[in-house]
């Protein structure tokens, strides 16, 4: 099995991440940022938030699909970024349901 060579930039992933943030903002009219609350969506948050800023896309949509079984610092920390003013909340909770089988 043969595999591609790597080959590296001459970007830092924050940099790299900015461009591809960039990219959406000027393709589409519409970007939401769906956020979990965890480190992930945090960064992915926080890269989507300086884009909106420098392309004037304030307040930026984001949505959370609240389960109603998330621990509470999840909850309170949602509510910081929920309430910012550079936010325009989604903050669903749908009913679905969840199996466990073997």
């Known amino acids: 099995m ?19 943030i960039r990219f959406l903002f000027d393709e589409f ?8 609350g965890g480190k ?3 960064v992915l948050l ?3 938030l300086k884009v909106a ?8 949509p984001v949505m959370f ?11 309170e920390y949602m509510r910081k970024i929920m ?4 936010v325009k909340p989604y903050w669903l909770q749908i009913p ?3 199996f466990n089988s073997s």
């Open 53 to 60: 800023r420098e392309k004037d896309r304030l307040p930026l």
């Open 83 to 86: 309430y910012s003013k550079e």
């Open 40 to 42: 992930d969506s945090t």
């Open 2 to 20: 043969k595999f591609a060579s790597k080959f590296y930039l001459n970007k830092t992933v924050w940099d790299e991440g900015l461009d591809r």
């Open 96 to 98: 679905f349901n969840l």
């Open 29 to 36: 009219d519409d970007v939401v940022v769906f956020f979990s």
């Open 65 to 75: 699909i609240d389960q109603e079984a998330e621990w509470f610092a999840t909850i």
């Open 46 to 48: 926080n890269l989507a």
